[in-house]
Structure formats: C-alpha cells, structure tokens
C-alpha cells in the first residue's frame, strides 16, 4: 500500500504548489472583501514571509524533518507580523550572532527525525524553545564584553577638504558630526581590530578606516564615529552585512558613496548642492530622509524592492521630482540601486 503522502513512485508529493495557489486565492478574496488592505505591488512586497511559511508547512507535510520547518514556519510568521502589525527593526548583527542555531536545528532533526509520533511532538517542542529563545534575543538583545579602541585624529589649519573611506565587512555604523574643535574623527570601535591610514595632499586630508576581520559569534563590530563639519566631504562607505546610520545633517557634505550588501540603510542627509549621492544595495531596507526646501531628483534602479516617495514627488523622464524641481536644475540628484527590499524617502523633519 502506497502512504498517502507518497505518490506512485513512492517518493513524498510536493504540497508547495498547491498550499500557493490555495493562499493566493485566499488573499485576493480578502483583498476583494476588504479583509486585507493593499494594492498591487505592494500587498505582494507585504506578503512575501508566506513563502518561508508554505516552505516550511510543505516540508512538515513530507516528513522531511522538524526543527528546519518549524524555523522557516517560525521566521515567516514574524516576517509577516511585522509586515503587517507594529514595526520592529531587526538588527542584524544580532541575527548574525544567531548563525549557530542552524547547527542546533540540524542536531534536533537527526535525533528526532523518525515516525514516532512522540518524537515529532519532541522535536516540535525543542524547536519552538528554540524559536522562542531567539526571538527573545533579537527584541531584548544581550551584552557581550569586547575590546574598544578610541579614534582621534586631528587636521591642520590649512586643510579644507577631506575624504573618508569607512569599510565595515559586518557589523553596525553610526556616524554623526559632532566632534571637538580641531578633530577630523572621533568616536570608538568595538572591537578593537581595525587598521587605519592618514595622508595629506595639499589642502585635502585623505582618512580610510577599516575593519580587520569579520566579526561574527561572539560579538561583531560597532562603530560610533562622527567627523568635522567645518571641512567639505567626500565620504564613502562600505558594508557588507549590518546596520548603517548615518546623521549627516550638520555635515558639509560633497558626494556620497554608500555600498552594502544585506541590511538596513538609513540616511539624513544636509542641505547641499550635489549630483554625485550613489547608495547601493544587494537586499534590505534604505530609508532616505532629504530637507524639505531642496530641488531632489531621484533615480531609483530597483529589482523586486517597493519605493516609497513623499506624495508631492513626481515622476518625470525617469526620475523622481520634488515639487519644481527637474532633471536640470535638481539640487540635489541621488541614485539608488537595489535589488530587493525596501526604498523609502521621506522629507527630514
């Protein structure tokens, strides 16, 4: 007698297709009956978490292990929750530190995997502490001692410009402008495995600042720097995985390189003239906040990401346009590359 999740072949049927299409038609039925609010693209950037949970039910379905299901089950609920309900921001350095528990629900599934319907019921309930417990520390967080090491560096009287290249592989970024007079950097890493390089040429000041090594389990990198705002700046800024803030409001700031490849992006950027704002990213969120009072033009190159503008911007010639501006007189024209995630603009207030 064939099992009933098997088919003739006697390999276990697939369920992914068809718990898709029931959800899909669930949720343009709601759409339709006002159960669930959105349109278009957006609805389906928000719904995007019921794929891990249709993974994760297909694969419980088939047998095909307990606790990796349960932890894709588990990742798309609060996904989704957070899609839907109260935001909460994800570090993810914390999630990174988390990596060892894909070791521990591998374990989990090799010592509870069989048909015993007590072993299942195990091995759910492992895997749901298991769930719990890192939930816990994604929202409570958890200290971790590490060495730090103060940055100072200071400029000339004759120096007028500066650039400055912070490369960060993982970890988390705050970078302000708020350092004592005479400082071109001040601030502190953790932990304490960076190098770092100071030259002058002529009247620009060149600073580059860079992590050693990556900083995974048990702790990763933190930086909280800030830089001069009495010299004009060329900043660039690369991330491989992590948070970057970066408060440049009371910056004198001439051209932004920011380049990251899974995380969260969020940037204040000042009052300035400049057509050269380049923010790259692989998978994330970029949340963007402009003066009110500035001519912007936005280029969004987006993949599978949903773009959020203030609602007075417009689109024109492939640009996004705050109100009298154009292509042409644009103070400022910034460039936003992503492939998948979020875009969001808002004015600064």
Known sequence: MI???????GQRRNFF???????IGLVFLGNNLG???????????????????????????????IAWPILLIGAGVFFLLNNFGPRVWISWTQIIQLWPILLIAAGIDLVFKGDSIWFAIAGVFLTLLLIGGSVWIVREGFQVSAD???IREVFAEDVEQMEVDLSLGAGELILGSDT???????????????????????SKILYQLEHQELGFYPHTARWELDLTDDLAANLVVHNGVGEVILLLE??????LDLNQGVGRLVVYLPEMESDHVLIKQAVGIIRIRIPANLHVAVDVQNGLSKVDF?????LEDGYYISPEASKSNADLVIVV?????LIDFEYSR
């Open 180 to 202: 004592p007079d005479g400082m071109l950097v001040f601030g502190s890493i953790t932990p304490d495995k960076h190098s770092d390089q100071i030259s002058t040429e002529g």
């Open 3 to 9: 099992p009933e999740n098997k088919n003739r072949n």
């Open 35 to 65: 159960l669930i609010q959105g349109e278009g693209w957006e609805l389906i950037w928000r719904l995007w978490p019921v794929l891990l949970i249709i993974a994760g039910l297909n694969d419980l379905i088939r047998r095909e292990g």
């Open 148 to 150: 730090y090491t103060e």
């Open 310 to 314: 203030p609602p007075d911007f417009e």
């Open 17 to 23: 297709g068809p718990i898709l299409l029931i959800t």
């Open 337 to 341: 590359e992503q492939a998948m995630g």
């Open 250 to 255: 009371e910056l004198d700031l001439s051209a």
